[in-house]
T-cell receptor, first 110, second 115 residues
Framework: DQQVKQNSPSLSVQEGRISILNCDYTNSMFDYFLWYKKYPAEGPTFLIS?????DKNEDGRFTVFLNKSAKHLSLHIVPSQPGDSAVYFCAATNTGKLIFGQGTTLQVKP | NAGVMQNPRHLVRRRGQEARLRCSPM?????VYWYRQLPEEGLKFMVY????????ESGMPKERFSAEFPKEGPSILRIQQVVRGDSAAYFC?????????????FGPGTRLTVL
């Protein structure tokens, strides 16, 4: 039972443009959502998070949007940079343990 | 470097052997989580421990896998009688307390290969 889904395995964007990564969830009990970035052979690095009582959180070039009625969240990266190329995981929790999506590989082309 | 440390980084075992993966949490962190990433998949929660206690082991396979976080020393994930399907990257994360959702810091992982 995949409670957190990232339906796009990969995304390619041009440098300077917006990257939009999407994530859907099924468990309405989740109260916190997070995005992690991961490079090969490294552990995930925390990027940005959002509580279920909010619908938007912004940190520099990264913005996360939460639509609770649709059980959908998205990560916007503006402007995208080649160094953003990595695998992005969304995660959700209400107990401390994180439930991860399958990941989306983002490639930002110069 | 006060980050989460895991060792070994790479571990090769033959079928039937035992694998021991170690995790030292960040200084001041008393909560440890283990996750497993199988090839082409996302990370899957395995177990959550506090010092000397297992809080949630709902993601642990019922057999051959065990975890501990003793009062002194690192957390250990132990896999007995490994099989090829155990080949994966095992990540440890730590946090200061259970409510620090956005401060769950991950280690670099241990890549287990079972021949």
């Amino acid at each position: 039972d995949q409670q957190v889904k990232q339906n796009s395995p990969s995304l390619s964007v041009q440098e300077g443009r917006i990257s939009i990564l999407n994530c859907d969830y099924t468990n309405s009990m989740f109260d916190y959502f997070l995005w992690y970035k991961k490079y090969p052979a490294e552990g995930p690095t925390f990027l940005i998070s959002i509580s279920s009582i909010k619908d938007k959180n912004e940190d520099g070039r990264f913005t996360v949007f939460l639509n609770k009625s649709a059980k959908h969240l998205s990560l916007h990266i503006v402007p995208s940079q080649p160094g953003d190329s990595a695998v992005y995981f969304c995660a959700a929790t209400n107990t401390g343990k994180l439930i991860f999506g399958q990941g989306t590989t983002l490639q930002v082309k110069p | 470097n006060a980050g989460v440390m895991q060792n070994p980084r790479h571990l090769v075992r033959r079928r039937g052997q035992e694998a021991r993966l170690r995790c030292s949490p960040m200084k001041g962190h008393s909560h440890v989580y283990w996750y497993r990433q199988l090839p082409e998949e996302g990370l899957k929660f395995m177990v959550y421990l506090q010092k000397e206690n297992i809080i949630d082991e709902s993601g642990m396979p019922k057999e051959r896998f065990s975890a501990e976080f003793p009062k002194e020393g690192p957390s250990i994930l132990r896999i007995q009688q490994v099989v090829r399907g155990d080949s994966a990257a095992y990540f440890c994360a730590s946090s200061q307390d259970v409510n620090s959702y956005n401060e769950q810091f991950f280690g670099p992982g241990t890549r287990l290969t079972v021949l």
